[in-house]
Nanobody, 121 residues
Framework: QVQLVESGGGLVQAGGSLRLSCRAS????????MAWYRQAPGKQRELVAAIASGGRTNYGDSVKGRFTISRDNAKATLYLQMNSLKPEDTAVYYC???????????????WGQGTQVTVSS
């Protein structure tokens, strides 16, 4: 069973930065791909960024060039560095474990409790 615990959210002004962390537990974690999703009020959950076990990454179009996903397998921790934040980045951010199939990330049904990010204008 994989357990995921996110942290690092908060309130920040537009243009600011935040770094999210996701501490994971589970015997197969280091071999899994990982991802960050977000869900804003009234909207569907969307993929923000994903990273393969070997380090390959992909990003949603709205965050390319501003967000960076990384992982430290030794610490079983996933990170999301968010720069140049915009009010439209406001959402609950969730950590996810999954796999790549044909170059596309597919998440397993393992989710953390989420961490709120609020960007003021």
């Amino acid at each position: 069973q994989v357990q995921l615990v996110e942290s690092g959210g908060g309130l920040v002004q537009a243009g600011g930065s935040l770094r999210l962390s996701c501490r994971a537990s589970g015997s197969t974690l280091t071999s899994n791909a990982m991802a960050w999703y977000r869900q804003a009020p009234g909207k569907q959950r969307e993929l923000v960024a994903a990273i393969a076990s070997g380090g390959r990454t992909n990003y949603g179009d709205s965050v390319k060039g501003r967000f960076t996903i990384s992982r430290d397998n030794a610490k079983a921790t996933l990170y999301l560095q968010m720069n140049s934040l915009k009010p439209e980045d406001t959402a609950v951010y969730y950590c996810n474990s999954g796999t790549y199939i044909g170059g596309t990330y597919h998440g397993y049904n393992y989710w953390g409790q989420g961490t709120q990010v609020t960007v003021s204008s």
